[in-house]
């Protein structure tokens, strides 16, 4: 049991995460605290770290929709459109309705946001199925109409959203002033949801086989158009909540909100071991992902290099994680032949 | 033998991840014979002729071309010491023409142009000199299995290739072109040409070759003339023991109620007019050439082809037919004739796959109940002896025998009563065929309907109670068990006077 769970993908990504975290707090220094005086590590201290899950939350919840994609075998690259849509019209949503009490306008954003996700993964979906064309090419086109949308609708304009919610995003929820766990535990939820909707639902079997052998699964009877309208539409659900969260927590909405995440959110799926020939992936490595890109980003400022050299170094990350997985991989084959070497 | 030796194997092994694929295999083949490689599978017989075309490199041991000891690191470096391959799955660019396939090595160019002229000429050149009359222009896809391989046969003579290994070459031609690929392996051997040639059909191997080496379970058994050999022997060397041929008593035509009767049935372009009856306990054969619509008709069935027209009836009740799951529900099963392709997702474990169409039925809003997926893949392992490291392995790494039967396992935990199973032995070694052969056996007696395609024509005259013979696209005759033989079907199917 222990060797298996050593052995997981998982693992693996969770222990370069705390190994990269045990470096950074090793070369990070100290500040002294301005009210205590006690020296504090510049990495290892509650606001840096919830900070640096709060950065990665709102693509790693994004990145869990798109790993269920990718295990479907297809992409989605309107997700940051996605984004910027539904953050928008909630925005305009909810300015034009007025004041309405604090416990009302959360819930209506939270409507809003998640329906837009709902209602553009369903179009993604929808033409990925009925139009026969290259989920690529769907929503590389899907990612430029969306976010004309919100451009045209909002005026490009940014727009403030309701103090209310960005209450409810920065609840402290006990932890202390300045600390804000929401969006970090709303990505531990999504992760977790996500997993258990992989591992344990006969949907998420279904994304497996059609990722895996599409026409198997055909053979087999399953509703093909049904599994691939339903990845989109997770993935758009996924971005519209992430889309919620990020305008609560930041205060306003424009239609340049998430430019570029569909990127950062496929590399997070594909970090985390998502294989873009489908069939293979996993919620939680993908939620993983985000965090070590994130943390990768964070430690350029904690150790102080040129802040002009993130692209490259983040760029360079990816291909290393993705180049250690497969011969982890192999690794892994190779001590198998070994072993059945030996028992002959 | 006083001939010269052509390939020499010492002491050669080879490891895969989870399995030891040869151990320690040393034999020689003679100049100019045509040396048969068998076995069953997972014997390691396949290894054994990519070693020698370069594919893989041994582990351990020698292996010596004319005497002269190699070591291919590629394909490139094997042909280029006269050693070419046809491989089971043929490596084709097939957007490309035969011209460009054949000559993709080293196209011909004028600077940085491709030369057409050139290329043509040089590729019927190839073809000629293995009488293989191909039109170079076709595009490879568009080519027939056999047509394809004779491509590659002509490209590995044109290439100088001295040795040639065929790695299971029939096993998916039809009777005719595997007659073809015969007399084009007989001209070979009459230029001098070695021939490897790795089967496990007896008929052929006792039809073409000389000499026969015998694998089991990655090391040598025997090597011995063929004229020195007997079918029994060899398989009897093949599975470590005598088999008792599994001889299925003749099995009557049923009487019962009919459950499946199709009326007409057609779909443009592939099939026309196709009627008939199944009656619980019936085996019913489909026999044919390879693209003379048999699948089709199945696939048809199966809800798979959406041009399909026709009367269908599922006990008595007209039915119409448009998506697999629809066929599930009333009851028939489909095992494909291309189960890597078709039937399994290879990546996913052995359990998954047989529970794969019947997750709905093992669930309770939506999350699987996973005690009873294991029980109910336990079940059927357990009747359909499958043999897996552990429910967890993936389907990829299991033989084809067993992953035949998870296919066949299936669509019995999916509780089909009307079974289509397309070549349910392709591909499949000598012990795990007999057993599928009483399996299949079995259900018919327990009161399954049973449609039964086959290119084997043994194995439909084996099991089957009637047989219908299917002629580009339409029903040429229906041939009872006792009036069958293998002649007269070969007769229908081709088309020629009785």
Known sequence: MLRKLLASQQTGLALIILALGAVLTFFAGTHDDRVTGVAVNNFLNSHTLIQTATDASFFAVMAVGATIVIISGGIDLSVGSIYALAGVTMAMVLRSSGRGGSAGSVLVGLVVCVGVGFLCGLLNGLLVVFLRVHPFIITLGTMWILRGIAFVSSKAESILVPEALTTAAKASLGLGASLYPVPMLTMLAVAAIGAVYLTQTVMGRHVFAFGGNPEASRFSGLRLDRIQISVYVISGLCAGLAAFMGASFYGSASCADATGYELYVIASAVVGGASLSGGKGSAISAMLGAVLIVLIRQSIRTLRFDQNYEWIIVGCAIIIAVVLDQGSAQLNARRLARAAGKQS | ?498
């Not at chain 2, 229906?478 to 229908?492: F, K, M």
Request: glycine residues 10%.
């Open chain 2, 1 to 498: 033998m006083t001939a010269v030796g052509a390939l020499r194997f010492a002491g050669v092994s080879k490891t895969f991840p989870g399995v030891r694929a040869l151990h320690d295999v040393s034999f020689a083949v003679a100049s100019g014979s045509v040396h048969a490689l068998c076995g069953e599978n997972g014997a390691g017989k396949s290894t054994l002729g990519k070693i020698l075309a370069g594919i893989y490199a041994p582990d351990a041991g020698q292996v010596e071309v004319f005497g002269e000891t190699v070591r291919f690191e590629s394909p490139r470096e094997a042909l280029a010491k006269g050693i070419g391959m046809v491989h089971q799955e043929l490596s084709f660019c097939e957007n490309l023409s035969v011209a460009e396939n054949l000559c993709l090595g080293g196209l011909p160019a004028r600077g940085v142009f491709i030369d057409r002229g050139a290329t043509r000429v040089r590729a019927k050149e190839m073809l000629e000199a293995i009488d293989a009359p191909i039109e170079v222009e076709a595009r490879v896809g568009a080519l027939p299995l056999g047509q394809r391989q004779m491509v590659q046969i002509a490209a590995a003579v044109g290439a100088g290739a001295r040795v040639i290994v065929f790695d299971e070459p029939t096993s998916s031609l039809s009777q005719r072109e595997a007659e073809r690929l015969y007399l084009l392996i007989d001209r070979l051997r009459a230029k001098g040409v070695t021939s490897i040639y790795v089967s496990h059909r007896m008929d052929e191997i006792f039809r073409l070759c000389d000499a026969v080496t015998v694998l089991r379970d990655g090391r040598h058994v025997a090597t011995q003339a063929l004229a020195a050999s007997s079918e029994a022997g060899l398989i009897q060397m093949m599975i470590g023991r005598a088999i008792e041929t599994v001889d299925v008593a003749p099995h009557p035509a049923s009487k019962a109620e009919e459950v499946l009767r199709v009326s007409g049935l057609s779909s443009p372009g592939k099939f026309s007019d196709v009627s008939f009856a199944l009656r619980p306990g019936d085996v019913l054969g489909l026999a044919g050439l390879v693209g003379a619509g048999r699948s089709e008709i199945a696939q048809a069935l199966f809800g798979l082809d959406p041009a399909a027209v026709g009367e269908v009836y599922v006990a008595g009740q007209r039915v119409d037919i448009r998506a697999p799951r629809q066929a599930m529900a009333l009851g028939l099963g489909l095992v494909p004739e291309d189960r890597k392709r078709q039937g399994l997702v290879l990546d996913m474990s052995a359990q998954s796959n047989t529970t794969l169409p019947v997750l709905e039925r093992l669930s309770r809003a939506t999350f699987i109940r996973k005690g009873e997926e294991r029980a109910l893949t336990a079940s059927f392992f357990d009747r359909l002896r499958v043999r897996t490291p552990g429910f967890g392995a993936k389907a990829a790494g299991l033989s084809g025998g067993n992953q035949q039967k998870l296919v066949l396992a299936k669509w019995l935990a999916a509780r089909a009563k009307i079974l289509i199973l397309d070549e349910p032995t392709r591909g499949v070694d000598v012990g795990a065929k007999a057993e599928i052969h009483a399996l299949i056996d079995q259900l018919a007696r327990d009161g399954n309907a049973i449609l039964l395609i086959s290119s084997e024509l043994p194995e439909l005259l084996r099991l089957s109670s009637r047989i219908l013979v299917v002629r580009g696209g339409r029903l040429a005759g229906e041939v009872a068990r006792e009036s069958a033989t293998q002649d007269g079907l070969l007769r229908l199917m081709a088309g020629l006077a009785a």
